[in-house]
Nanobody
Framework: QVQLVESGGGLVQPGGSLTLSCVAS????????LSWVRQAPGKELEWVST???????VHNDLAKGRFTVSRDNAKNTLYLQMNDLKSDDTAVYYC?????RGQGTQVTVSS
């Protein structure tokens, strides 16, 4: 079955950077587009970024220009490079394939 395991979250100061990773198993990784979504405290799940099977990136307006999504098909791993982080980026981040998500990784942006 599909398994997604996120890591790389933590506490970072405003303006800082983090790189999240998601190791996938149970499906043909390179054949699928994959996404990052997040959920802030008290808010609904929010789409952040998607990378297609061909490697094209799409981001929501809040992530555009600050976040980069990439994939390493040889390692079955999805990445989210986040720069210039803001307090509003505080959330649990999940990688997602067809509404299947992992356990998430907490990102906290605070001074």
């Amino acid at each position: 079955q599909v398994q997604l395991v996120e890591s790389g979250g933590g506490l970072v100061q405003p303006g800082g950077s983090l790189t999240l990773s998601c190791v996938a198993s149970g499906f043909d990784f390179e054949a699928w587009g994959l996404s990052w979504v997040r959920q802030a405290p008290g808010k609904e799940l929010e789409w952040v970024s998607t990378i297609t099977r061909a490697g094209h990136e799409v981001h929501n307006d809040l992530a555009k220009g600050r976040f980069t999504v990439s994939r390493d098909n040889a390692k079955n791993t999805l990445y989210l490079q986040m720069n210039d982080l803001k307090s509003d980026d505080t959330a649990v981040y999940y990688c997602e394939k067809d509404d299947v998500r992992g356990q998430g990784t907490q990102v906290t942006v605070s001074s």
